[in-house]
């Protein structure tokens, strides 16, 4: 994912939050791939962020997030 598409999606999502549908006709139309990074988005900030503890209680889930794999530190 690009700057460029993490700023279209984010403004995408700001103009549906504000009701503003005329913005965010704009912003889908602008970028024709916007469900895509969408989902895109949720999977590397959403997933990681509510991961749930493993089966040992007390135990965080193994770091299977998109940053891990890419050697972001978190």
Known sequence: MTPHEAISAFSYLRA????????????????PRMPELLVDAATRI???VTALPGPA?????ADTSPWRRWGASS
Do not use: K, S
């Open 16 to 31: 549906v939050q504000a009701n503003d549908v005329d913005a965010a006709r704009e912003f889908a139309g602008a970028e």
């Open 57 to 61: 209680a007390g135990e965080p889930c």
């Open 46 to 48: 959403v997933v990681p």
